[in-house]
């Protein structure tokens, strides 16, 4: 989705400045964001961070120990769950098993005393949107794991929130229904508009389908941004590491000679091209991720990021290949390398020394 135009778009959800401490421990450690309306943004963090408590709050599950959640210019404080303009839906789809889909996806219109003909009209708007009108009449277990989730999802959404709440949406499937699932959902959010905030801890899922991420820890978001500027640009160690694969190189600055790092050993120096404000012998670490590099059996024309090494295992995955490269200073460079069409006498195999280029864009480096 694209970012709100006017302003009171942009700021449809104001999380400002909240914690949340149980018994002395910060669970939600001074938080604040703003999420456009229209977003699907997600909290992505391993276990512990604090993504389902904030989700909770949201929900009103959790009352902030201190801070404010605004929704659409409306303050939440003190409005229970059940009279907040917004939706829930959980890992388990917790679908009523003795109704059919229809009458799940009818059951909170009704119980809010929605006219029939408005139960009726929404319910087979909802079905068309996720795609099962023929099963309108079948049990949740004659549906399959996907299918199951859309149903629920067609439950939330039915009654129309101004925010749809996800807490590891797609949790209870597996990994190929995953994928399929994340673009369908993507898909129907879309189309409804409805604003998204969801918690997961698989990045790929949180990659997939978020136009924006938060990547939690201990409490606090590290770095927010959208999937590509947290993978390409990674604001820390933390960051680069929990988001996709990565080669983290300590390196000391060397202003004296030319704006770079030195990586390696003494005997083994490798230069790195850095832009970054910093002192003379300043210790930094160079992130690097494996298929931006390129290994040759020939030296590149250019001495800056560049290292040299020896294959010492690789792993082909079709359409690429993993290599591990050990470097004469001992450290293992993972480089991965798309299997395109490619001359036979290029083939690389264990125990070539090889080059290991990369472009001054390629790597960043991280002070923290
Ligand atoms: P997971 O993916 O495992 O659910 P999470 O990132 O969602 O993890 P939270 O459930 O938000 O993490 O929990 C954050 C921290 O707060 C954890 O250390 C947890 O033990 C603690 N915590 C959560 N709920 C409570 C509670 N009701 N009382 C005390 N501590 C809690």
């Known amino acids: ?81 059940y009279e907040r303009p917004l939706n829930m839906m959980f890992q388990s789809y917790a679908l009523f098993p003795h109704l059919t889909v229809w009458d799940n996806i009818a059951f909170g219109l009704r119980r809010d005393g929605l006219p029939k003909d408005e139960v009726a009209a929404r319910v087979d708007a909802m079905l068309k949107l996720v795609q099962l009108g023929k099963f309108a009449k079948r049990k949740p277990h004659q549906l399959s794991g996907g299918q199951q989730q859309r149903v629920a999802l067609a439950r939330s959404l039915a009654k129309q929130p101004q925010l749809l709440l996800l807490d590891e949406p797609l949790g209870a499937l597996d990994k190929k229904l995953r994928e399929q699932t994340q673009i369908e959902l993507v898909n129907i959010i879309e189309q409804v508009g409805v604003t998204c905030v969801m918690v997961t801890h698989d990045q ?132 991965s390398q798309a299997n395109t069409v490619r001359q036979r006498d290029d083939e690389l195999t264990w125990g070539d020394s090889v080059w290991a280029h990369w472009s001054r864009s390629a790597h960043v480096v991280l002070t923290q």
């Open 204 to 335: 790929e899922e949180a990659m997939t389908m978020a136009s924006r991420v938060a990547v939690m820890s201990e409490g606090r978001f590290l770095q927010v941004g959208s999937p590509s500027e947290v993978y390409e640009t990674p604001q820390t160690r933390f960051v680069a590491d929990f988001i996709g694969n990565v080669n983290l190189m300590e390196g000391t600055l060397d202003e004296d000679y030319a704006d770079h790092v030195v990586i390696g050993c003494d005997d083994c120096k490798h230069f790195v091209g850095h832009g970054i404000t910093g002192t003379q012998g300043m210790p930094v670490t160079v992130a690097l991720r494996p298929e931006k590099i390129h290994l040759s059996r020939h030296k590149p024309a250019d001495d800056y990021n560049t290292v040299r090494g020896t294959i010492e295992e690789m792993s082909y995955f079709g359409s690429f290949t993993v290599y591990r490269v050990k470097l004469a200073s001992g450290a293992m460079l993972k480089v």
């Open 1 to 81: 989705p694209s970012p709100a135009s006017n302003s009171a778009d942009a700021h449809f959800l104001q999380i400002q400045d909240v914690v949340k401490d149980f018994s002395g421990y910060k669970a939600v450690n001074h938080v604040s964001l703003d999420i456009a309306k229209g977003e699907i943004f997600a909290l992505l963090g391993s276990s512990g961070c604090g993504k389902t408590t904030l989700l909770r709050m949201l929900a009103g599950f959790e009352t902030p120990t201190s801070g404010r959640i605004i929704l659409n210019g409306q303050d939440l404080a003190g409005l229970p769950p």
